[in-house]
Nanobody, 115 residues
């Protein structure tokens, strides 16, 4: 069974940076589309950024130009570099792996941006 483990969340001041990482196991990682989602209190979970197995990326409008996503298939890792963080980026961030009907989620990591 596939498993995803996130790391790298924490507390940062507005304007600062954080890097989230997610390591997958039990899946053929290189074939999976990987994504980062976030969910703030009272809001629905929404896509932040994604990267296909072929390396094509997609970003939410709210993070374009500030966040980058990358993957290292040899390490079975996907990373989210978050720069120029804003208070509205505060949320629990979840890693997702998707391939056909297979859909796996990490446990989430808290990112808090203070003003």
């Amino acid at each position: 069974q596939g498993q995803l483990v996130e790391s790298g969340g924490g507390l940062v001041q507005a304007g600062g940076s954080l890097r989230l990482s997610c390591v997958g196991s039990g899946i053929a990682f290189m074939f999976y589309d990987m994504g980062w989602y976030r969910q703030a209190p009272g809001e629905q979970r929404s896509l932040v950024a994604s990267i296909t197995g072929g390396g094509r990326t997609n970003f939410a409008d709210s993070v374009k130009g500030r966040f980058t996503i990358s993957r290292d298939n040899t390490k079975k890792m996907v990373s989210l570099q978050m720069n120029t963080l804003k208070t509205e980026d505060t949320a629990v961030y979840y890693c997702n792996a998707r391939l056909g009907h297979n859909d796996f989620w990490g446990q989430g990591t808290q990112v808090t941006v203070s003003s």
